[in-house]
């Protein structure tokens, strides 16, 4: 008898640990020690009999990096598990479903108490492109896009061409062949026609542009030109900021809006330094210059900062009030966030504007429009005109550059389109195609992987919206 109940205490013990084993199974979430617009995960899972686990950073509730997690052991209520990145063991107790008390032992620092908490619902703005993209039989269907009172003209009238083309992209980035990509927008004849969000992204929130914003610095110079505030592109920089002392000072005088625009000022690119600076504008402006401004193409976000700092010498505004007022507000865009890295009340130019993907969509029609919208001329077209055709050759097969935007050319089945090209890292960007009246926006998290393995794909099928197209003339 005493021998039976041994054995049935073994097996009850057993059976518990097996379900606290599977009740420890999902997503865990802890806190960033200085952050609380971030948080980390933890996700445990079963691999191969053993009990294994992933870390995630969030910010502001979405997919930010991941980082490995060994060594995890789970016996009774204690969990152990050692995070690499970090050098810190989690020594932690089981105390329920829904909580583990415990923290983090670093090397040469005091015990740090972390609790972690249950939370599976993160699951789709972390592992799970759609709800329940990873059950066996899903099926992916994509939604005709809503009309909304944001002044987008909406169609659920698809040509042949259309419907295939969204077809097969989007089949491949439910796939995962383009990496993270958060939003496909797309835009025909000035009709949206297709809208779709991974990731838990929705419409209304707002999203990265990182380097695309360069590409809305250029319509903001355009627009001061047009109103006379700035006296054209061949202005000097020295002229608009004569107390600058430049060590070069006789290259620095030639210097022109044009060159910053067309990144060939000839600056030393010193990207890594722009947001670590006490003064951005100063440094951005007394930087050694290493070629003779108009000879050479240098992709440098400093170049941007002075021209942000342009428009504040000649209009009085910062470039954030200045977009508001003559950019924004006629393009009805209300929502949007440009205080990451703000400093001395300048913006950062080079890549810190947040947009919803609907807006940055009006930006790519207010190009592809000639800078029209809701007839009213925003910027002028022959500034349009301009950013639209190369100005300067980069190396760079099938790139080149004009007023801080891309032109590029993409080959699909044997033909070539030309596009013109909003280029933010992580797949944030603009597509323009002229000849086919498309507009294209995505947003995406591919800091990870390849930031422009999506214009592979676009390239791969626009030529189904070629074959049922009326071309517009550009």
């Known amino acids: 008898m005493k021998k039976l109940l041994i054995v049935v205490m073994v097996l009850l013990t057993a059976c518990l640990q097996q379900q606290n084993r599977k009740n420890l199974y999902g997503f865990w979430q802890g806190p960033h020690p200085e952050d609380d617009t971030r948080k980390f995960y933890i996700r445990f899972y079963e691999n191969n009999d053993s009990l294994s686990a992933h870390g995630y950073w969030t910010h502001h509730g979405f997919y930010d990096s991941a980082f490995d997690i060994d060594s995890v052991y789970f016996s009774e209520n204690e969990i152990h598990f050692y995070v690499p990145m970090w050098g810190c063991h989690y020594l932690g107790k089981f105390t329920g479903q829904s909580i583990i008390s415990g923290g ?127 006296n054209g592109t061949e202005e000097k920089i020295a002229d608009i900021f004569p107390e600058i ?125 000639k800078g029209r919208c809701n007839e009213q001329q925003i910027v002028s077209k022959e500034w349009i005109d301009a950013s639209a055709t190369t100005a300067v050759k980069t190396g760079i097969d099938n790139d080149n550059y004009s007023y801080l935007w891309w032109n590029i050319s993409l080959e699909s089945k044997e033909k070539e389109y030309r596009c013109i090209w909003a280029n933010g890292w992580g797949s944030q960007f603009i597509y323009i195609i002229p000849d086919l009246n498309v507009v294209m926006v995505t947003t995406g998290h591919n800091y990870e992987q390849d930031s422009w393995a999506i214009t592979s794909g676009l390239g791969k099928y626009i030529y189904l919206l070629d074959e049922d197209a009326t071309a517009a003339s550009f």
């Open 104 to 230: 983090f032992c670093c090397p040469g620092e005091p015990f740090d108490s972390v609790s972690l908490t249950k939370n599976d619902t993160i699951r789709s703005f972390l592992t799970d492109i759609l709800p329940g993209s990873q059950n066996p039989g899903f099926r992916y269907t994509w939604q005709a896009p809503r009309a909304t009172n944001d002044n987008l003209e909406c169609t659920t009238q698809l040509s042949h061409g259309e419907m295939l083309f969204v077809d097969s992209l989007l089949s491949e980035i439910v796939e995962g062949k383009y990496g993270r990509i958060n939003s496909i927008l797309l835009a025909r004849n000035h009709q949206l026609f297709c809208e779709e969000y991974f990731w838990g992204y929705q419409a209304e929130d707002l999203h990265p542009l990182e380097s695309a914003t360069k590409s809305i610095t250029s319509l903001l110079i355009g627009i001061a030109i047009d109103q006379g505030k700035i």
């Open 245 to 369: 002392r430049h060590q070069q000072a006789e290259i620095f005088r030639q210097i022109t809006l044009q060159h910053l625009l067309t990144m060939t000022s000839g600056y030393e690119c010193k990207d890594d330094e722009l947001t670590q600076n006490d003064d951005r504008i100063s440094f951005c402006l007394n930087r050694k210059i290493i070629h003779e401004p108009g000879k050479v193409f240098q992709y440098d976000g400093g170049n941007t900062e002075i021209l942000g700092a342009v428009i504040h010498r000649k209009t009085g505004m910062f470039a954030d009030e200045f977009a508001s007022k003559y950019l924004f507000t006629p393009l009805n865009i209300s929502c949007y966030q440009w205080s990451d890295y703000r400093q001395n009340g300048y913006p950062l130019m080079s890549g810190a504007l947040h947009l919803r993907p609907r807006d940055m969509l009006k930006i790519g029609e207010l190009v592809l429009n």
